[in-house]
């Protein structure tokens, strides 16, 4: 029987449609398996992160049980020793909810001096005895780094200004002191001027602006600020390899790399190495967009003492610069 032309149309139609539904479902089922493959790989990342996140909480557990069964037999309170003939002391006390260790030392009016990163209160010690002939000098180190507590938050400006405020004030320092903010100390100090200005006499920052006042222009060897940021990636990434991430910035970027002993940086990485020390690190860059925010409601203030501020010609050593495109 012959098929009529409306027929064979019918056909032809019936089999485009099939088609495109075919088309439709096999583009269907490979978005499924894409969504899924990211949907696996995000729960894996998760997953690492997660654990990675109990593993050094653990740790930290462990090390702080350590190190109080430690202190009882060698505590560091009221733990004198000498540098350049002069007389310094540990102690720690509890402040804003946490312990914190700090070196005093001499006599006279206060000078406060605050660490930056990769530092402790170490740093200034070739400063300090010089300092400690004409002045008290008290170098905290600053929370979650050296021998203070390493809390899981508070690293933003308020915060640890709030830390060294109550130091002060346990200290029984009523005078106002010189305050002198390095790096990431910088913001602590600019944040204490800013909140208790008649506890300040001079305020000294040194080597980095104060975050959301000035722009800060974009420069490629300061790769390391957005890469602190980034949640919990860096400590997973630099874990057992403290020392030679922390040894670039000691070496690459001074101006005379001689001037940083091995015994200082051994110094230095034996607390970042210790649980939760490089996290408290990446913290206080995490903590950046917070002071912008906190900085912009400071400067609307005009700060009263004598601020100096001071900033190394070769500020990055022998880094090179190289090309960033916007």
């Known amino acids: 029987m012959p098929t009529k032309k409306s027929d064979v149309m019918k056909i032809w139609k019936t089999t485009e449609n099939l088609s495109r539904l075919l088309d439709q479902s096999r583009l269907l089922r490979c978005k499924v398996a894409i969504v899924s493959a990211l949907i696996v790989m995000l729960l894996v990342t998760s997953s690492i992160v997660l654990h990675q996140q109990q593993i050094t909480a653990q740790k930290q557990k462990q090390f702080v049980s350590n190190q109080t069964a430690f202190n009882i037999e060698n505590p560091v309170e009221d733990l004198s020793f000498e540098m350049d003939n002069m007389t310094f002391s540990h102690h720690k006390a509890t402040v804003n909810g946490i312990q914190m260790h700090y070196v005093i030392g001499g006599q006279g009016d206060p000078v406060v001096l605050l660490h930056g990163w990769p530092q402790t209160w170490y740093e200034w010690h070739h400063v300090m005895p010089a300092l400690a002939k004409n002045y008290t000098v008290v170098a905290p180190d600053l ?5 203070s507590s390493k809390p ?8 640890t200004a709030e830390d060294i405020y109550q130091l002060m004030t346990q200290l029984g320092i009523k005078q ?16 204490y001027a800013a909140i208790h200005p008649d506890n300040v006499s001079k305020l000294v920052i040194l080597d980095v602006p104060v975050l ?3 722009p800060i222009k974009t420069d490629s060897r300061l790769w390391h600020i957005p890469f602190h940021q980034v949640p919990d990636i860096p400590e997973f990434l630099v874990e057992g390899k403290e020392r030679d991430y922390l040894s670039m910035f000691y070496k690459v970027w001074a101006y005379n790399p001689e001037a940083i002993a091995e015994a200082d940086i051994d110094e230095y990485v034996s607390h970042y190495s210790a649980p939760g020390g490089m996290r408290a690190g990446f913290e206080y860059y995490r903590s950046f967009p917070i002071e912008e925010e906190q900085n912009k409601e400071f400067s609307k203030i005009k700060l009263q003492m004598p601020v100096l501020a001071l900033g190394g010609e070769y ?3 022998t880094a090179p610069l190289i090309p960033f495109h916007h």
Not at 143 to 147: A, E, F, V
Not at 152 to 159: K, L
């Open 212 to 214: 959301g006042i000035l």
């Open 315 to 317: 500020s990055f050593g």
């Open 176 to 191: 106002k002191i010189n305050l002198v903010g390095h790096d990431i100390g910088v913001q602590t100090a600019y944040s």
């Open 143 to 147: 929370r979650g780094l050296g021998d």
């Open 152 to 159: 899981f938050s508070g690293y933003d400006g308020n915060t």
